[in-house]
């Protein structure tokens, strides 16, 4: 049985792991990036993206959520990172509005 006090470790954990504010930027530049390249593993994705590996997998976690991304695995048995279709229209839709 779990004490209390482990449980409430536990929900701690779980609290920090979380996104606690979307910045926008960062989604943007995640997508943009992911379409640059079509594909990319997490951790090449974080470097690209001047960006933590938590905190990257913590908005990979979000996009996958909201379905703007998805993963896959390639030939090699690693997990890739690619746009979906709303992933991709989004992108178009942020290039537009950046080249207007």
Not at 64 to 71: A, D, Q, S, V, Y
């Given at each position: ?18 996104l ?42 979000w ?38």
């Amino acid at each position: 049985m779990i004490s209390f006090r482990e449980s409430r470790l536990n929900q701690l954990k779980q609290r920090k792991r979380e996104l606690k504010r979307i910045d926008w930027k960062t989604v943007t530049r995640v997508i943009i990036t992911l379409h640059q390249n079509a594909r990319m593993k997490k951790t090449l994705l974080a470097s690209a993206c001047n960006m933590g590996y938590d905190k990257c997998r913590l908005y990979i976690n979000w996009l996958e959520m909201m379905e703007l991304i998805r993963k896959e695995i390639n030939d090699d048995g690693y997990e890739e990172l690619i746009l979906t279709e709303k992933g991709l229209s989004l992108c178009n839709r942020n290039l537009d509005m950046e080249n207007f």
